[in-house]
């Protein structure tokens, strides 16, 4: 694909987005995902089976087996939480007003096959949405936040390291509160994997203390990710927590 | 020859006045020293010359006639005969002679002494006056004595007689070898009548009152007066003004009525009311408008101090100046800076005009006395600068004082109202660092009462904050905003770090001052830092598998998580970990390891999150 042709579509693509979107209020229109859309349908290499769990929406099967009910006042906490994250990192256009529509999936102890490192798994909260053509897709756990999102009216694109530069840059910009903090140091960390292009902060401990200085991001040329840390400059370090959802947590 | 000797001797003497007597001034018996201007004032109530005439009952001229001796030895003997000789006399009936007198002389002629004698006088019956009284303007006052200028002072209407001159003198002594004298005396008959002038004098000369006080007594003392006083005041029949009340002979109430005015409370002679003396009542009103505290804590000419005492939020407006107000009615508190006086701009109404008053204020300490002197009314609205007497307490506290305000006019008072309670809040110094509404600083106060140094201070508020609210909860938190919203309690709760920023806010709100700091887990006592980026790192592990940068990080139990600090508020040297503990920063963070189950261990990141570094450790990290 010509080089200068993908910058036009990459333009046109956020533009019209940035039309739709409303900066200061709640997205508006706030639609479902179909239960069998899947945004990663192949195999995903070079990412840490942590983050793989949150890339990937879990299937019928594990869904089943580690729902947890989503009455339960320490899910319920869970949830608001992710919540408050959402808006944290979200710019208000694409965070729906509440998830009162919105289907919730609170997974005990998921695990992503065997490819979980403590093969104990984690408690998360999942849920995902549409905003226009996008697809959102929310992984909460005790320490981490993943965003995945892809434009379903677009195809995958053939990205060269540049590319996939801008491409991501772009997403952030549309997407993030903190864009022009985390462009800057993503687009100086870019590297191409087995399934995609992968990046993280220039940014190490103990200085990444905030959301935006812990992301991680991974694009195939059509889907996005980035997950982060919930580091927000407070005393409690996001220290991967299994049993979120357990009572002992409550204070 | 003899008429040469006459016309020598006559040459030789002139007429003078019979009596010669030395009037004096009018004199007011009770008040000697009455000023020049009294005086003249009093005396320009002479409207015409007061005298009068003798009435003349009956009258003669005696005249000695001439006696004349010559051819002696000597001088002596020759007047000694003239003076012994009974020569013969001519009496005029019905006549007084205004040239009465003597003439005599001694004289050598060729050798032989010679003397001569002729003497007359005057004789008059008279009664002094027809009348004792002076008719005097629209009165009369009594004549005391008949002042007739060439012979005496006689009482009015009594009957006298008198001679003139003394024809006896002639004889007394030796006029002298050829010595010649003549003498004549004119006598004047005028009659001028010395009068009993009332002189008056009220007391006291001026008083006030204040509108609607009791009646003023005025009194009349003086001379002349035995036929009593009348009392006036001036202006009469003002409605609802003041009102001659209790009028008893001398001494008569004035009461002052509502309508400040001055007047003239006026004592005049019952015979001769020309003659008075004035008293001056001033009625005042005195009424407090408003005070302006001009020393509290203000930003760009509006109080610092927010209406908000019902919740804790940012909410609320700033409250209005004047602090107190009459109309409309308002009482506004005022935060204020501890040891440093208040001052205020206090406006008065004082009328009538002209009244020249002291502003006081009274409270029931000096730091709300305040004192304002040498001020003239208007009679309108004034405004004042005040500075109270003294400073307020050293400490922080909250003081809610009235104050009595009144005016003095000379050693008179009168009540301008009272204004208050007026609420203190009095701090270390200006609050800052957030919104000042009443609901913090009223609660900062209280915690803080008695604080007078910023460790005082910093240290009644970690005890204050010990108990909930704030509620601290490491892993549930829910931190609102406002971070003063945590003394709301449920379901608010804050970690280390907003409790540490809620005390400092509170430090702030007294006028205090600190720094946030965090104290980190450590291999030694370097464990503080005002960054909250000042882990005690290592790079790298000797662990090949822990990528990057370890830093230690402290478990809570309590919380179940683990912490990349303890954050703390520093007050000079002290560290106040909010319901945790205070001290040096290693105090705390050997008092934080030792609670049960906590402990510290390096820890590193990768992909998934933080680790705890077990391999090769040391796990935990020994405490320092």
């Known amino acids: ?251 | 020859m003899l008429y040469a000797l006459f016309c020598a001797l006559v040459a030789s003497a002139g007429a003078a006045d019979y009596g010669n007597r030395t009037f004096t001034a009018v004199e007011f018996g009770n008040q000697t020293n009455r000023p020049a201007d009294v005086l003249n004032t009093e005396s320009k109530k002479m409207n015409n010359i007061v005298k009068g005439a003798i009435k003349t009952n009956s009258c003669y001229a005696l005249e000695k006639k001439t006696a004349f001796a010559w051819g002696y030895t000597n001088g002596m003997s020759a007047w000694n005969a003239v003076k012994n000789f009974s020569s013969s006399s001519s009496n005029y009936s019905g006549k007084v002679f205004d040239n009465v007198g003597w003439t005599r002389g001694t004289k050598l002629t060729e050798g032989k002494w010679s003397a001569f004698l002729w003497t007359m006088k005057n004789h008059l019956e008279f009664k002094s006056s027809e009348t004792d009284k002076w008719t005097c303007g629209s009165g009369w006052v009594v004549i005391t004595n008949v002042i007739v200028a060439g012979l005496s002072n006689y009482p009015p209407m009594t009957d006298h007689s008198a001679d003139w001159p003394d024809v006896g003198l002639a004889t007394s002594n030796y006029p002298g070898d050829n010595q010649g004298e003549e003498k004549i005396y004119n006598v004047d008959l005028t009659a001028y009548f010395q009068l009993a002038i009332p002189d008056i004098s009220v007391s006291p000369p001026e008083a006030v009152a204040a509108v609607g006080c009791s009646a003023v007594q005025f009194t009349a003392v003086g001379t002349n007066i035995q036929y009593g006083v009348v009392w006036s005041i001036s202006p009469s029949g003002v409605s609802s003004g003041a009102c001659l009340t209790n009028v008893a002979g001398y001494s008569v109430g004035v009461t002052p009525g509502t309508v400040p005015q001055v007047y003239k409370i006026r004592a005049a002679s019952s015979n001769c009311p020309d003659y008075y003396d004035d008293g001056k009542l001033t009625v005042v009103r005195a009424e407090l408008k408003s005070i302006e505290f001009t020393s509290d804590h203000e930003s760009g000419g509006a109080n610092l101090l927010k209406d908000n005492n019902s919740n804790w939020t940012d909410n609320g407006t700033a409250y209005v100046e004047p602090e107190w107000g009459k109309i409309p009615g308002r009482t506004n508190p005022i935060s204020h800076t501890m040891n440093t006086k208040l001052a205020a701009k206090v406006t008065v109404k004082v009328e009538p005009s002209g009244v020249t008053f002291d502003l006081i204020g009274d409270g029931s300490d000096d730091y709300v006395d305040f004192h304002k002197t040498g001020n003239n009314s208007t009679g309108s609205d004034q405004e004042f600068t005040v500075t109270a007497d003294a400073n307020l307490p050293d400490q922080v506290c909250t003081l809610t004082k009235s104050i009595d305000w009144k005016i003095e006019v000379g050693t008179n008072e009168c009540s301008a109202g009272s204004s208050g309670a007026h609420k203190i809040y009095v701090t270390y110094t200006t609050p800052y660092g957030s919104e000042v509404t009443e609901k913090r600083l009223s609660w900062a106060c209280e915690a803080c009462n008695g604080g007078s140094t910023p460790t005082g201070i910093a240290e009644k508020v970690y005890t204050t904050f010990a108990s909930d609210p704030p509620i601290f909860s490491l892993t549930n938190y829910n931190v609102p905003n406002p971070l003063w919203r945590l003394m709301e309690g449920a379901p608010y709760r804050g970690q280390c770090i907003d409790l540490a920023n809620l005390m400092l806010l509170a430090i702030k709100m007294i006028g205090g001052s600190g720094t946030i700091g965090y104290v980190y887990g450590s291999t030694n006592a370097d464990c503080f830092s005002t960054s909250s980026e000042a882990f005690e790192s290592r790079t790298p592990c000797a662990n090949t598998n822990h990528p990057g940068t370890e830093i230690i990080l402290v478990y809570s139990a309590a919380g179940g998580a683990w912490n990349n600090w303890e954050a703390v508020c520093k007050v000079q040297n002290t560290c106040y970990g909010i319901k945790l503990y205070e001290g040096t920063a290693i105090d705390i963070l050997r008092y934080w390891l030792e609670e049960s189950g906590n402990y510290q261990a390096w820890c590193y990141q990768d992909e998934s999150g933080w680790h705890v570094c077990t391999d090769p450790g040391p796990y935990p990290v020994p405490e320092p």
């Open chain 1, 1 to 251: 694909m010509n080089k200068h042709f993908f910058y036009l579509i990459i333009f046109l693509c956020v533009s019209t987005h940035i039309v739709i979107g409303q900066n200061t209020n709640f997205a508006t229109k706030i639609g479902k995902v179909p239960d069998d859309y899947l945004c990663i349908t192949g195999t995903v290499a070079d990412i840490h089976p942590f983050i793989q769990s949150h890339l990937m929406w879990p299937s019928k099967d594990r869904i089943s087996k580690h729902k947890k009910d989503l009455n339960d006042n320490n899910v319920q906490r869970a949830v608001a939480s992710t919540y408050d994250w959402l808006k944290k990192v979200f710019r208000p256009e694409w965070v729906p007003e509440n998830l009162s529509n919105i289907e919730v999936l609170a997974l005990k102890a998921d695990v992503v096959g065997d490819k979980d490192t403590d093969g104990q798994g984690h408690d998360v909260i999942r849920f995902r949405y549409k905003v226009n053509n996008y697809v959102i897709e929310i992984a909460s756990t005790f320490s981490r936040l993943t965003l995945v999102i892809q434009d379903d009216s677009q195809k995958s694109l053939d990205l060269d390291e540049e590319g996939a530069k801008h491409f991501v840059a772009n997403t952030m910009d549309l997407f993030l509160r903190e864009a022009d903090g985390v462009k800057n140091i993503s687009l100086q960390n870019i590297k191409k994997g087995k399934s995609g292009y992968k990046g993280s902060p220039d940014v190490k401990p103990p200085t990444c203390n905030i959301w935006w200085g812990c992301v991680f991001w991974w694009t195939d040329g059509h889907t996005v990710m980035f997950s982060m840390l919930k580091s927000d400059n407070r005393p409690l370090v996001p220290m991967p927590k299994k049993d979120w959802f357990s009572k002992e947590n409550k204070q």
